[in-house]
């Protein structure tokens, strides 16, 4: 019933940017919180970064720290990540995911849906 979709993975080269997004679609609450998080072959997934709804709070990981931005449309239902001096250990699927049980970020646990991912390539 409710679907969360990702796009603006691609290849790029370390020091690039790149935008991602995700929508959220079908039947969803008023308020809840998004976030991203990373998954690379061989390797546990990570926490990337989270968002409340009202945007008054935003929770990153340590390796992403000072690179990478959250945030959100709530009108249109987008969650987006904004990725600055790309590194090549930042190569991973990205996955936007979704906590309707809560408009305020409660840890990863929380997390209750999830979308199909998207693939960010960087290289040296």
């Known amino acids: 019933q409710v679907q969360l979709v990702e796009s603006g993975g691609g290849l790029v080269q370390a020091g690039d940017s790149l935008r991602l997004s995700c929508v959220a679609s079908?039947?969803?609450?008023?308020?809840?919180?998004m976030g991203w998080f990373r998954q690379a072959p061989g390797k546990e997934r990570e926490f990337v970064a989270a968002i409340n709804w009202s945007e008054s709070s935003t929770y990153y990981g340590e390796s992403v720290k000072g690179r990478f931005t959250i945030s959100r449309d709530n009108a249109k239902n987008t969650v987006y990540l904004q990725m600055n001096s790309l590194k090549p250990e930042d190569t991973a699927n990205y996955y936007c995911?979704?906590?309707?049980?809560?408009?305020?970020?409660?840890?990863?646990?929380?997390?209750?849906?999830w979308g199909k991912g998207t693939l960010v390539t960087v290289s040296s």
């Open positions: 995911a979704a906590d309707f049980g809560s408009q305020y970020y409660r840890g990863p646990g929380g997390m209750n849906y």
């Open positions: 079908g039947r969803t609450l008023s308020r809840y919180v």
